[in-house]
């Protein structure tokens, strides 16, 4: 006899292509998946990451890399570091403009529209850690008003985990480290047969990606004093133009080569020229504070064993001598990797499908996300496991990607 006739369930279509949108208070990065492959995304006029800063100069506020170059020379025109102030009495003002921190996420999120909705009708974005739940309502809010296609999100440690759980060998604890304008965090992960938790988490502004910038700055300004006796903090321009090396100074310093910098005054002009030890012994102040916050965190965590690994962000891992702290002061079990700078948009795009096909609820994940089926414990190569060695020059970490 044929079994009773039974309805079939709706098929959930998943667009070709998924975006993943990685967010936080320094700024956005999206990748568009398919056929296996990821791209990153054009969010800026020159550049796939789009600064969460706004030039108040203009008749509308503009997002983008031009308020980044006058965050030194016109601080006064430039909104920036907003996203941890959601929901607090907040305003900046310039020109004819007063911003609070929402009025500035809604910019951020109608300046993605267009380069995302170009590219799909489904998105999931990832925030940072320390957001509360009402600043990720507020967050989500102001994301469905600007019309973004937001089908899920997430905070960036738990996509992560998710993610990249294959890579462990099986059920491990991790230490995810991350840093932007607003503050450095770190997040305990268990990732388990069935799921990945956070077992804890803590964030500490007094070294957020500013304060090791401003570091950088003095650093190298007195340097600049003591070879020929002028301040370049004494000239807007020339205090910009330090600025606008920064980013340069921290991939040099972080794959071991020598930092340069070319100071530029109305006048007179000055290159400078660092090891890359020189320039972490102008952090090394930072550098404590970051990791007596990390250690106080796993300390609170009460886990039996060490994290087998710990993972840094893109720019956690720039941080001069951050790294080389972690990896100095870890057991050998524990690896320690530098991830890429879109591997948390990539981890949430990933997940996306389950969004859209029902099989992950319609909510924030901010302290676990289920696995679709257990996790495999795949057979690893020895050298994956332990001490990796670093792609760059660096002889204090374990590992990148």
Known sequence: MFGLLTKKSPVVEVPFRLVGIDLNATRARAVVAGEGRTRPILLDDVGDELPLALQLDQRVPKVGVGALSLCRLSPHLVCSNFLGS???????????????????????????????????????????????????????????????????????????????????????????VDVDEFALSGTLL?????????????????????????????????????????????????????????????????????ATMQIRGEHWFQDLAHAAEQVEAYCTGLVKLAAEGLQQLLLSSAIKSPPQAVWLSHAAGRLPGLAAKIYKHSPEQTSVSILPQNAAAEAVAAILPRWLQGTLPKLHLDSILPFEKPMATPHLPAHSIGKIALKSALPATRGEG
């Open 86 to 176: 959601l929901g607090l009495p907040h305003e900046w003002r310039g020109g004819r403009h007063v911003l609070t921190p929402e009025l500035a996420t809604k910019h951020t999120f109608d300046r993605l529209v267009k380069p995302i909705s170009a590219e799909t009708d489904s998105s999931a974005l990832t925030l940072p850690v320390y957001l509360s739940t009402a600043q990720v309502r507020t967050a989500l809010e102001l994301a469905h008003a600007s019309r973004l296609p937001i089908r899920g999100s997430a905070v960036a440690p738990l996509a992560l985990g998710a993610h990249r759980a294959s890579t462990l060998g099986g059920p491990a604890s991790v230490l995810f």
């Open 190 to 258: 268990q990732v388990g047969p069935a799921d990945v938790r956070i077992l804890g988490s803590g964030f500490w502004p007094q070294v957020s990606l500013r304060l090791w910038k401003n570091r950088l700055l003095d650093g190298m300004a007195d340097h600049c004093v003591r070879i020929c006796r002028r301040d370049p903090r004494d000239s807007a321009q020339a205090e910009q133009g330090m600025y606008d090396q920064l980013d340069t100074l921290l991939e040099q310093t972080r794959t071991g080569q020598r």
